[in-house]
């Protein structure tokens, strides 16, 4: 007999997440430095 899986439904995670938790927080960078690097207003940058 084949043993059934229950999948776990996580919630979906948003890309800015990931980008804060792996790459701007442990690099120390703030959002005002991502949005002057990206030529974006700072307002378009949520933290």
Do not use: C, F, N, Y
Not at 1 to 12: G, H, I, Q, V
Not at 24 to 36: G, K, W
Request: charged residues 40%; positive net charge; aromatic residues 2%.
């Amino acid at each position: 007999m084949k043993k059934e899986l229950k999948k776990k439904k996580l919630p979906p995670i948003h890309p800015g997440e990931i980008l804060r938790e792996r790459l701007l927080i442990p690099r120390d960078i703030s959002p005002q430095e991502l949005a002057t690097a990206l030529k974006v207003p700072k307002e378009q940058i949520k933290w």
